[in-house]
Structures are given as structure tokens and as C-alpha cells.
């Protein structure tokens, strides 16, 4: 679904690991954002970050707060919420996000890694917006890329 011609809605298809790079045999996690054109934008991430996605994709409880978790308890308390997270950006492969809140109807904007704004979105359903010039840039048709 195309948000507007410079955004599109996405969704987190899952925590995967894959190869770093073409010629590398080291391997890492990675989150793939799939559009409904059937586009998959791999953003590779830390560990950390990847588990914290997994849990929340997995309903996975634990005893105590994640990081994530606590950072939703605090903007929860304070009558704020993710209204969405925005990947507007790229550079020399480095993704750029952006986390908006809001209470009453007022909004803020804040600069993110991409793996922390997924986290918390994956555990409050906030939409997911890609811009069109990074899908362009940096996805690849799901078909074209395979999980082993």
C-alpha cells in the first residue's frame, strides 16, 4: 500500500541471518521490511536489536523489562504514544529513521537507528513508513531474495 507517493507502508517480515556483504563470509542479523508490492528491504542490525524484534514478533514474555519494553512503559505513563516510525534516508548503507510520538494530538519527531524504532513498533503495532527513494535504492523484489 503506497501511503502517499513518497511513503510506503511496511511491514516486519522477520529477524533473519544473512551474509554482511557479497563478497563476505560473515554472517549477521538482519530485519526485513516487505511492502505490499512484495519488496523486501534488508536492514542489517545488532543483536541486541534483533532479539529484542524476535521477542516481540514471537510474544515471547519475560520475567523482567527489556529495554524496549521499559522505553514503551515510560512514553505510556507519561499519556504519550508511537504514532509511527518514518525510514526516510541511506547513506553509504546506513539507514535513517525517524520516531514520532504524540499526546493529544501534538506531535514530536526524533532521530533513531532503525532497529530501536522497529523494536518499538513491532511492540505497539505503530505503522511503519518507508520513502519511496530508499525502497527504490536499497530493496529487492521478494523473489529474488532467499533464506536458508
Keep these: 500500500m503506497v501511503v502517499s507517493e513518497e511513503y510506503v507502508l511496511v511491514k516486519v517480515a522477520g529477524v533473519f541471518v544473512a551474509n554482511t556483504g557479497e563478497l563476505s563470509e560473515e554472517t549477521g542479523p538482519v530485519v526485513f521490511l516487505e511492502s505490499e508490492e512484495k519488496r523486501i528491504l534488508p536492514i542489517y542490525i545488532g543483536v541486541s536489536e534483533a532479539f529484542s524484534i524476535q521477542t516481540a514478533l514471537d510474544n515471547t514474555p519475560y520475567p523482567r523489562p527489556l529495554t524496549h519494553d521499559l522505553f514503551i512503559s515510560v512514553l505510556e505513563n507519561s499519556g504519550l504514544r508511537v504514532e509511527k516510525i518514518v525510514i526516510d534516508d541511506i547513506s553509504e548503507g546506513v539507514f535513517f529513521s525517524r ?21 518499538l513498533s513491532v511492540r505497539t503495532s505503530a505503522p511503519v513508513y518507508v520513502s519511496s527513494k530508499v525502497m527504490e535504492q536499497a530493496s529487492v523484489e521478494k523473489k529474488d531474495y532467499t533464506v536458508e
Design 99 to 119: 520516531l514520532i510520538i504524540s499526546k493529544n494530538g501534538d506531535s514530536s519527531e526524533f532521530d533513531a537507528r532503525p532497529s530501536d524504532c522497529i523494536a
